[in-house]
């Protein structure tokens, strides 16, 4: 569960303020699959710091409740680009966040083993990220968010920098995931086509400073469609909202 009340958050540079979210309620509870949409530029990233502790904010709360297991890391971030260290095997860049742990090699190679058979990556173990694919890059950045079982996944535009075909592979693999695993998950997109897909729920971050400007269920069943006929007219709603065209 996530449970954001009243969250504020002002950056200072240089003698300027620059006040990016004010007021933002937000309760996501455990399982949910929510996806934040909004222009660039607006605090999306910010949010997900939020979260994830990374950024603390000026006002407001940010509480996560996690299985007691999972009290120490109860997250994981997936960005944009994958990240990964090309000197170390797919494998090795998959348990680096498992490297704090008490686990053996084998014991931590093992939990990078079924991380990467989630994501469809068997038998890639051995190779560097440089024998990868783009997709399959950002495969190897989700399965290693994946190893240390978080209880929470942020991801940050992962599929934005992908080409249409991979991007769509990569979708369903994460519903997949999702279905699978019942982790909760907050996925900052641009693409309402991708928001309305994949979640259980939009939110829709507008304004300076930002605040959530709307919210929608997604109850369409799964597995999904694309386009289909019955989240048109949802479709349509959030491109006004967003001041989206076409
Ligand atoms: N560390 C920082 N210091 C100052 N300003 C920042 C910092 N990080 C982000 N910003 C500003 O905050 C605003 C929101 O940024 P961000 O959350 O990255 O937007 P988004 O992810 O929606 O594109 C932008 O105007 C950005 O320039
Ligand atoms: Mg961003």
Known sequence: ?????????????????????????????????????????????????????????????????TSPENAHLPVAMVFQDARLLPWRKVWANVAFGLEHSKLTTAERRAKAETALALVGLTGFSERFPHELSGGQRQRVALARALAVEPDILLMDEPFAALDAITREGLQDELARIHAATGKTIVFVTHSIDEAVHLADEVVVLAGKPARLAAAHVIDTPRPRRRNGDETAELVAQMRAQLGQTG
């Open 1 to 65: 569960m996530i449970d954001l009340k009243n969250i504020g958050l002002t950056f200072a540079r240089n003698g300027e303020q620059s006040e990016v979210l004010r007021g933002l309620d937000l309760f996501i509870p455990a399982g949910r699959f929510v996806a934040v949409l909004g222009p660039s530029g607006v605090g999306k990233s910010t949010l997900l710091r939020v979260i994830a502790g990374l950024l603390k904010p000026n006002t407001g709360s940010v509480a996560l409740s």
